[in-house]
Each structure stands twice: as structure tokens, then as C-alpha cells.
């Protein structure tokens, strides 16, 4: 059975800091690994990424993938407090498997 | 707005009502997707149609009962629920059935009293 597992399941830090966010998983047949945000309802996509050691970036986000460790990481650098929110980290798999396997996410509060 | 419409936003029902929960979306994509979201725990897989055709039935008890009319609405009819069933019901579509990202909608807040 596919898993995603998610450390840290919350954290606290003030603005300007740099948090780092774990997503590690087993998965058969893996095809790629995603990232969202979920502020209120609808999760929005921040990165998929599918290589090892290729840095995604968006802004002040980054991520990147290790796929012979089997796992992840989402960093955020200076903070602000629209970062609030849960982030979810998914695996997707082939062999026409559907749909996505997600992790529990990791709730990040940012204060001011 | 997400490209995937989702309504209610909110739903109080009690166990022996019937009731449905409607996702459109505006992506052009083919495959539609419900997953269930609890309370501390990950996002659950309920049902996938790829085409109008259901793909995927992830061991979902019978009260819950999908509906995919075409490629751009999806349905879920709900009777005679549990109090356990009340969660986030997130709907999401994506290109083609196993093909990520899957962009998801506002989802339904179901109350089941």
C-alpha cells in the first residue's frame, strides 16, 4: 500500500523565518511527487516534481526531490503570514493507478 | 475561483435525508475525482470517472453513490449517512485519468447530525 508521511505535522515560527517542510514516502511504481497548499478549502497546486536533485522554484518557495532516499522537501524562506496554511504533499503512481496518495500535511502558522 | 465549482459550500443533513453534492468544472479536463477530507487524517479517495466512466471505487460504503453525467459534472448522491461521515468532500479533475496535477475545488462541508 502506497504512504505519505509528513513531518512536522504542525509548526510555529515568526515572520522572516525559514521553515523547512518533510514528505517522505513508498510508493509502487512511482511517476511523480506533489506539493499544495491548503489555506481554507480548495488545496492549490505549488510544484510537482518528478527528477531527483532538480530544484523547483516559485517565489520564496523551493522544493526538491530525492529518489533514492524517498523523499522530499518544502522550503519557505522569509516568511510572511499569508504562508498560513496546511501544506499537503502527495505521490502519484503509474501503472494506471489513479488519483493521488497524500500525506496527513504539515499545519504551518506563521506569526507576526 | 478554481476552475472547479463546487455547491453547497455547506450542508447540515440528518441521517435519514437524502441529499447530493454537485462539482462542475471549467478545465476542459476528462478525468473528475471525489476524495473525503477528516479531521487529522489524509485526504481519502472515493471515486474516480475518466470519460464519464468510473475507473476507480476505493471500498466506499454504498450510501454514498457517484454520478458523472459528462465530462464536466460529477455527483454525489448521499442517504441515510453516519454521523462519521461528516468531513470536507473536495472534488478535483485533472487532464486524464493518472495524469497529475489534480486541481481541486472548495469542497462541500458536510455535517451529519
Known amino acids: 500500500e502506497d504512504k505519505v508521511v509528513q513531518s512536522p505535522l504542525s509548526l510555529v515560527v515568526h515572520e522572516g523565518d525559514t521553515v523547512t517542510l518533510n514528505c517522505s514516502y513508498e510508493v509502487t511504481n512511482f511517476r511523480s511527487l506533489l506539493w499544495y497548499k491548503q489555506e481554507k478549502k480548495a488545496p492549490t497546486f505549488l510544484f510537482m516534481l518528478t527528477s531527483s536533485g532538480i530544484e523547483k522554484k516559485s517565489g520564496r518557495l523551493s522544493s526538491i526531490l530525492d529518489k533514492k532516499e524517498l523523499f522530499s522537501i518544502l522550503n519557505i524562506t522569509a516568511t510572511q503570514t499569508g504562508d498560513s496554511a496546511i501544506y499537503l504533499c502527495?505521490?502519484?503512481?503509474?501503472?494506471?493507478?489513479?488519483?493521488?496518495?497524500f500525506g496527513k500535511g504539515t499545519h504551518l502558522i506563521i506569526q507576526p | 475561483e478554481t476552475g472547479v465549482t463546487q455547491t453547497p459550500r455547506h450542508l447540515v443533513m440528518g441521517m435519514t435525508n437524502k441529499k447530493s453534492l454537485k462539482c462542475e468544472q471549467h478545465l476542459g479536463h476528462n478525468a473528475m475525482y471525489w476524495y473525503k477530507q477528516s479531521a487529522k487524517k489524509p485526504l481519502e479517495l472515493m471515486f474516480v470517472y475518466n470519460f464519464k466512466e468510473q475507473t476507480e471505487n476505493n471500498s466506499v460504503p454504498s450510501r454514498f453513490s457517484p454520478e458523472c453525467p459528462n465530462s464536466s459534472h460529477l455527483f454525489l448522491h448521499l442517504h441515510t449517512l453516519q454521523p462519521e461521515d461528516s468531513a470536507l468532500y473536495l472534488c478535483a479533475s485533472s487532464q486524464d485519468r493518472g495524469r497529475a496535477p489534480l486541481h481541486f475545488g472548495n469542497g462541500t462541508r458536510l455535517t451529519v447530525t
Open positions: 502527495a505521490v502519484e503512481a503509474g501503472g494506471g493507478a489513479d488519483g493521488l496518495t
